[in-house]
């Protein structure tokens, strides 16, 4: 699949990159990435959201390496039937974290904005 072998390998991968990457005083990620194939080229959009213990914002870009190793694994799965185009890594700073995968169109890049923001908000894994 990927120069990992699987998907748990890549998970945790992105999860300790983007938190190194975080700034100081972090307590939760959330990272969602979405992709859909378009003729011979991948698009390819993600949203991220870091905050501090009193909720407030704090300015995270993630590494391009992120960008660059889940679109190896989204095309890697590009004859299976039903692939994924979403996913949600929500990262704690005590080193808990999390994934979800999603399927279909995904709303960010097919326009929708309000849906793509909605798989931003942080959840109880």
């Known amino acids: 699949m990927t120069q990992f072998g699987d998907i748990k390998g ?3 991968t992105c999860a300790g990159v983007i938190a ?6 972090w307590v939760r ?5 979405e992709f859909a ?3 011979d ?10 905050v501090d213990s009193a909720g407030r914002k ?8 992120i960008e660059l190793l889940l679109r190896e694994a ?19 700073a005590g080193g808990r974290y999390g994934s979800r995968f999603y399927y279909g169109p995904p709303p ?4 929708d904005v309000p849906a793509a923001k909605q798989r931003v908000r942080a959840d109880d894994f």
Do not use: M
């Open 10 to 12: 890549l998970i945790s």
């Open 20 to 25: 190194e990457s975080a700034p100081s005083g």
């Open 29 to 33: 990620i959330v990272y969602y990435a």
């Open 37 to 39: 194939k378009l003729d």
């Open 41 to 50: 080229d991948v698009d390819q959009v993600s949203i991220t959201s870091c």
């Open 58 to 65: 704090l300015d995270l870009l993630p590494p391009f390496e």
């Open 74 to 92: 989204f095309e890697s799965q590009a004859s299976d039937a039903s692939p994924w185009t979403g996913l949600k890594l929500q990262i704690d």
């Open 108 to 111: 960010r890049i097919s326009g």
